[in-house]
């Protein structure tokens, strides 16, 4: 029903930034709470972002004051703009959207997942 597809994610040094986006399809992404996830080698997968229906967005702890999620309803396409990069960023970076309308911060709360970009921050 739904299709995500993120990109943007590459290799840059501590301090830079980046602007992934997650084109989506089937459905707009009004219709559902958007979010993000980044999962490091051997890690668990994290909670970084969340925008719910009606645009009340939050964030994780880890990436407060430096990461910002938005969306353009034109393009169809919720970003994560990442400033200030720390090595410990390094992770596969998701995009999830779900039919739920709460703050969710667990992954087994979205229905849809993109397959994932990677982003590498040398120190």
């Known amino acids: 029903q739904v299709q995500l597809v993120e990109s943007g994610g590459g290799l840059v040094q501590a301090g830079g930034s980046l602007r992934l986006s997650c084109a989506v399809s089937?459905?707009?992404?009004?219709?559902?709470?958007m979010g993000w996830f980044r999962q490091a080698e051997g890690k668990e997968r994290e909670f970084v972002s969340g925008?719910?229906?009606?645009?009340?967005?939050y964030y994780g702890d880890s990436v407060k004051g430096r990461f910002t999620i938005s969306g353009d309803s034109a393009k169809n396409t919720v970003y994560l703009q990442m400033n200030s990069l720390k090595p410990e960023d390094t992770a596969v970076y998701y995009c999830?959207?779900?039919?739920?309308?709460?703050?969710?911060?667990?992954?087994?709360?979205?229905?849809?997942w993109g397959q994932g970009t990677q982003v590498t921050v040398t120190s």
């Open positions: 089937g459905r707009t992404f009004s219709n559902y709470g």
């Open positions: 999830a959207a779900t039919v739920r309308n709460d703050l969710t911060y667990d992954r087994y709360q979205y229905n849809y």
């Open positions: 925008m719910r229906r009606g645009g009340y967005i």
